[in-house]
């Protein structure tokens, strides 16, 4: 069974919006707080947003504050990103990651991610 497994990325038009999703072990789904980072080509890591075991508490960057929203599905599995209003500086490599918290990128274990462009 893989830890963390992204998908959902894509190319979009400034403006646009997508939904991005990550499967969860077991383990993860029950046991750990997550958040989504993300890496532009040719800069570092980047923390996106946080999440709490049970979904009850999130955190933003400012830079995505009241355009992203991150949620999960505990029973299914599953974490979300939609991200709305997309601009060209939110492209990148998205990850899900386990061991980190609101405003950090460090992490103990992501998946392989999963890409998203946003340009006209």
């Known amino acids: 069974e893989v830890d963390l497994m992204e998908s959902g990325g894509g190319s979009v038009q400034p403006g646009g919006s997508l939904r991005l999703s990550c499967a969860l072990s077991e383990l993860i789904a029950r046991h750990y707080d997550l958040t989504w980072l993300r890496q532009a080509e040719g800069k570092g890591l980047e923390w996106v947003a946080f999440?709490?075991?049970?979904?009850?508490?999130?955190d933003y960057a400012d830079s995505v504050k009241g355009r992203f929203t991150i949620s999960r599905d505990n029973a299914k599995k599953m974490m979300y990103l939609q991200m709305n209003n997309l601009k060209a500086e939110d492209a990148g490599t998205y990850y899900c990651?386990?061991?980190?918290?609101?405003?950090?990128?460090?992490?103990?274990?992501r998946g392989q991610g999963t890409q998203v462009t946003v340009s006209s």
């Open positions: 999440i709490s075991i049970g979904g009850y508490s999130t």
């Open positions: 990651a386990t061991g980190g918290q609101a405003g950090s990128v460090r992490f103990d274990n």
